[in-house]
């Protein structure tokens, strides 16, 4: 008999959902609109009715089904409680008796970085090792931290919220979480962004940079291409990831470190920019940790909340 | 029928052994020395000899035993390779099957520092809660990070090396590792130490500390009795410990954090010196840990190794 299980990805606009095989290939994959009026009490109700019409439409019967995962943008404790999820509306809220409730299917439900940490583990950057790093470079830097097989969930959900190490310590300008310094002050999209402008600003040297507007990928281009103050903010910018990497390397000892987020995009050159400060600031016990890219995109939270319902 | 466990604790000099009930009462409790010759290959075979003999005394038969659990001064990972013990002679040991084909009797091993952590979880200051943060203030900063009630050991058993995160980058001296400006470098009673001459060395300022010869108790008790100069030792040792630590929570979430060590006998006054720079460092969501003392002291290891044989 065939043993199927499903993956939501809830996001504040739309919820990726999958139907995946027990061994973890993706048959199906749609979205639905997030509806967040009410404070989101329809959320759960949306994507249980949405998996219980694809069950319907391929004729799957609840015996077959393992469950449900879903990860949330917010922080969820290891009972289901969600503490708070602002894009959802949602407060103190427990995600897994609620889904469940309506669903009718064992569930199981963490926050969305570390639920995608879960799927770069199963079958992306991190497949076949049990002790995994994820490092997410976006909008904020995000993190999951896979302990032989399974999520770091942490007491209150907050494990792996790398991206708020203290990292520096004269920093003037306030992080989104209030304090200053954190590490997505610097290894985030905005924090790559951040640091080009204060080089631009303290330098008078030419680049391509100062040819009008310009976006983060526009540095790690102008970098690759040999424009030497990009290439600076570059080599800053590495300084930094590789910094806020080897605090968290010494503390967890990844056998693999997955950079992924859009900055990822900037590909290998990373591995060559974060390398000097990682090896410079890492615990030698923790040291041969490797290096590389998320392959899931998009998509990892999806079979990350599948692998949540299995063993 | 009773069920036994015995539980060991090997050091450079001498292991302490426990015979403990499965529900963690220690039955009886007992040192050999540790013989360090020949790459320590006879370490082991005491230990078990120790352990059937102990059985014999008691008429305790292998079917009332569990198990017996060791921990050892250096890294050991998933399977029970050491990669190296320094002070046992040990290089590339498998202690788990080298001590089972000695013994006869399931075993299971892990680091010194990590054993102690489970002690801490299951018997002393993290009784009662699954996610905890040990934190040992000694010559050097050890740690275990626990972790759904078992310890987070790491791709290479350096999992909760916190001693080693980087936390100062203008350090002049070397930290035993070889890096600048770990988080042990400040945090230990060396480093106390440290921080106490070089402020002394800083300042002309009257205090009972400049009366000769002194050691890090010294700087504490100085400290409770009002010198100010003391005082002022002491508060920066807390800044740097309250930081090193908010670091770590911030990574893996915590529910309590313990402090354990020498440095710890100062006791609570160690959480009002540490908490301005761990609240001021912490995650948001990783801000409500408890902090308490360890209670079991060197008998920590003891029960940590017992419990690594009881799921």
């Given at each position: 008999?065939?043993?199927?299980v499903f993956g939501a990805d809830?996001?504040?606009?739309?919820?990726?959902?999958?139907?995946?095989?027990?061994?973890?290939?993706?048959?199906?994959?749609?979205?639905?609109?997030?509806?967040?009026?009410?404070?989101?009490?329809?959320?759960l109700?949306?994507v249980?009715?949405?998996?219980?019409?694809?069950?319907?439409?391929?004729?799957?019967?609840?015996?077959?089904v393992i469950g449900a995962g879903i990860g949330v943008?917010?922080?969820v404790n290891a009972d289901g409680l969600c503490?708070?999820?602002?894009?959802?509306?949602?407060?103190?809220?427990n995600v897994v008796n609620e889904f469940h409730?309506?669903l009718?299917l064992p569930v199981k439900a963490g926050n969305?970085?570390n639920v995608?940490?879960l799927?770069?583990?199963?079958?992306?950057?991190?497949?076949?090792?049990?002790?995994?790093?994820?490092?997410?470079?976006?909008?904020?830097?995000?993190?999951?931290?896979?302990?032989?097989?399974k999520i770091?969930t942490?007491?209150?959900g907050?494990?792996?919220?790398?991206?708020?190490?203290?990292?520096?310590?004269?920093?003037?300008?306030?992080?989104?979480?209030?304090?200053?310094?954190?590490?997505?002050?610097?290894?985030?999209?905005?924090?790559?962004?951040?640091?080009?402008?204060?080089?631009?600003?303290?330098?008078?040297?030419?680049?391509?940079?100062?040819?009008?507007?310009?976006?983060?990928?526009?540095?790690?281009?102008?970098?690759?291409?040999?424009?030497?103050?990009?290439?600076?903010?570059?080599?800053?910018?590495?300084?930094?990831?590789?910094?806020?990497?080897?605090?968290?390397?010494?503390?967890?000892?990844?056998?693999?470190?997955?950079?992924?987020?859009?900055?990822?995009?900037?590909?290998?050159?990373?591995?060559?920019?974060?390398?000097?400060?990682?090896?410079?600031?890492?615990?030698?016990?923790?040291?041969?940790?490797?290096?590389?890219?998320?392959?899931?995109?998009?998509?990892?939270?999806?079979?990350g909340a599948a692998k949540l319902l299995i063993p």
């Amino acid at each position: 008999m065939a043993r199927y299980v499903f993956g939501a990805d809830v996001g504040g606009t739309t919820a990726k959902i999958g139907l995946l095989t027990e061994t973890g290939e993706m048959l199906d994959f749609w979205e639905i609109p997030t509806r967040t009026e009410d404070h989101g009490k329809m959320i759960l109700a949306d994507v249980s009715d949405s998996i219980r019409a694809k069950m319907k439409e391929r004729n799957i019967e609840d015996t077959e089904v393992i469950g449900a995962g879903i990860g949330v943008p917010g922080a969820v404790n290891a009972d289901g409680l969600c503490y708070q999820a602002v894009n959802l509306g949602w407060e103190n809220y427990n995600v897994v008796n609620e889904f469940h409730s309506k669903l009718k299917l064992p569930v199981k439900a963490g926050n969305d970085a570390n639920v995608a940490a879960l799927g770069e583990a199963w079958k992306g950057g991190g497949k076949g090792y049990k002790n995994m790093l994820l490092v997410t470079l976006g909008t904020g830097v995000g993190g999951g931290i896979i302990n032989e097989g399974k999520i770091l969930t942490g007491s209150f959900g907050s494990g792996g919220e790398i991206g708020h190490i203290h990292l520096v310590d004269d920093e003037e300008d306030a992080c989104g979480c209030g304090n200053n310094g954190c590490f997505e002050q610097y290894a985030s999209a905005t924090g790559a962004m951040r640091l080009a402008k204060r080089m631009l600003a303290s330098s008078n040297e030419d680049s391509v940079l100062r040819n009008g507007e310009f976006e983060c990928k526009d540095v790690f281009d102008a970098a690759k291409k040999g424009d030497a103050l990009a290439v600076k903010i570059a080599e800053q910018y590495g300084y930094y990831l590789g910094k806020g990497i080897a605090i968290t390397a010494t503390v967890v000892n990844p056998e693999i470190i997955v950079l992924g987020g859009g900055v990822s995009k900037a590909g290998e050159m990373l591995f060559d920019l974060l390398m000097p400060s990682f090896k410079k600031y890492v615990f030698s016990g923790c040291s041969n940790a490797k290096f590389t890219l998320a392959k899931l995109g998009n998509d990892a939270g999806v079979y990350g909340a599948a692998k949540l319902l299995i063993p």
